[in-house]
C-alpha cells in the first residue's frame, strides 16, 4: 500500500509507452516486500535538465534513463562514475541527498548475461556489430574482461574511435571484412537495431558466415528470437537473447537505489510478460 513513506523510482526517456522496465522493477519490489514504486515519465530533451532537478527537489531515490537522454545527462549530475564517464553514458541515476550520481549498469548487465549462459570472454575473440551506445558499453565489458575485440560498423569514423578508445580493431562491414573477422570468433554480438521490431526480417550478417562453437548475442530483446539468432541456432551456435542483458542492467541499477538483490527470474517472466 503506498504511504507519504514510499520511495519514488522512475525512467526519463522518450518514448517510454513501450518500456517493460515498469513491469519488471515493480515485480521485483513486489517480490522484495519494499516500499517503493516505479514509474515511466516522457522526458523530452529539453526537458531533462528540470527533470533531474525534479528528482533532487521531489527526493526521487534514482531513475533510468533511456533514449535520447543517456549522453546528454553526462553533464547534468553532480557525479558520474569512472565505467560511465568512459563509455559516454549514463543509465541510471542514484539520488543521495539530492546528489545525483551517474552509473553505466549496462556493462554490469551484458557481462552478467554473458556468465549465465556460462560464457566466458577473457581469451576470447570478439566480433561487435555497432559502435553507439550500447556497443560502447560492450566493447568496454569485453575488453576489461580480457577478450581481443573487433569492431564492424556501418559508419567506419565511429568503429575507428570506438576502437581507439578501448584498443580493439575496426573494420567495415562488408562480407568479406566480417567473414575474416569471424574467423577463429568464440563470440558475436549484435548491438545494432537490425532486426528490431517491426523490422524483424532483416539480420545484421548473413547466416552463411555462422559457425557452430561461435556464441551470438543479439542485444535486442523485442522479438526475442531475431532473424539473427534463429539463423545462429540453424548453424549450431549458442544464442543468447537480450531479455537477459535487460533484467541484469536493471537489476543492478534497483541494487544500487535500494541496497537489495532482486530476484532477477521474477523480473525476466515480468519483463516477458509486459512484452506479450
Ligand atoms: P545507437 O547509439 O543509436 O547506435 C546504433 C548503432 O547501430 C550505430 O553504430 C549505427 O551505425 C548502427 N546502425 C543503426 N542502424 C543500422 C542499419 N540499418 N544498418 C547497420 N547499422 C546500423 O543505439 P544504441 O543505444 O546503441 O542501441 C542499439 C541497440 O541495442 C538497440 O536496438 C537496443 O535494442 C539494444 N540495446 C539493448 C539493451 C539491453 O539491455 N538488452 C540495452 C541497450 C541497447 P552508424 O554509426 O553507422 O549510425
Redesign the pocket.
Known sequence: MMNTGTGLLGLLGDPVAHSVSPAMHNAAIDRLGLDYVYLAFRVTPAGLAGALNGVRALGIRGVNLT?PH?TAALGLLDEVDEAARRVGAVNTVVNDAGRLTGYNT?IA?FLAALKKHGFAPAGQKAVVL??????RAVVFALRDAGAEVVIA???IE?ADTLAADTGATAVS?TETELQKALDGAGLLVN????G?FPDTGVT?VPGSLLHPGLTVFD????PRRTRLLTEAEAAGCRVID??D??VE?GATAFELWTGQSPDRAVMLRSAAAAMS
Open positions: 533514449i543517456k549496462d548487465g555497432g559502435a553507439g551506445g550500447a556497443a560498423n556501418r559508419s565511429k562491414t548491438a545494432t537495431p537490425v528490431l545484421p542485444t535486442i530483446y523485442r537480450g531479455l542483458m535487460l542492467q
